[in-house]
């Protein structure tokens, strides 16, 4: 794991582990789940998102049911954004209970449990909301992303 490397900030293990987390929680709902790892911006996080949302075609799923998990490494800050088809069925402490969760985990310096516990938990929410259908795919690869 290389502190400031997005590209490597992961090892091989341990992006195996966060990809088996996304494919569990996505596979009982059609929502789509992606880790993206930026090293800087000297923008606003969410702003910085939400642009990534789009550029990583978040926003063309069939039910507008994606996730995007953002960690910038220099600031050691993260985003966590949906898409505005999960955000009419969740409520917004929701949000806040996931960052919650990953702040507790990430201060600690356990960053892929904190992931994992927060993939999971909108994992259950996508299963509740948009269950699995026949005729869902992967719209979105399950792999993560950087830059």
Known sequence: ????????????????????AIREAERNSSGEIRIHVIRATSEDLFSKGQRLFEKLGMTKTR????ILFLLELSHRR???????????KVPAEF????????????????????????????????????????????????EITSE
């Open 95 to 142: 949000w806040e209970e996931i960052r919650a969760a990953l702040f507790e985990h990430f201060r600690e310096g356990r960053f892929v449990e904190g992931l994992c516990a927060g993939i999971a938990r909108c994992g259950e929410k996508l299963k509740a909301f948009y269950p699995w259908q026949s005729d869902d795919r992967n719209e979105v690869a399950d």
């Open 78 to 88: 993260f985003a966590i954004l949906g898409d505005k088809g999960i955000h009419q």
């Open 63 to 66: 039910d507008r049911n994606g």
């Open 1 to 20: 794991m290389s502190a400031n490397d997005p590209k490597h900030f992961f090892t091989p293990e341990q992006q195996e582990a966060l990809i088996k």
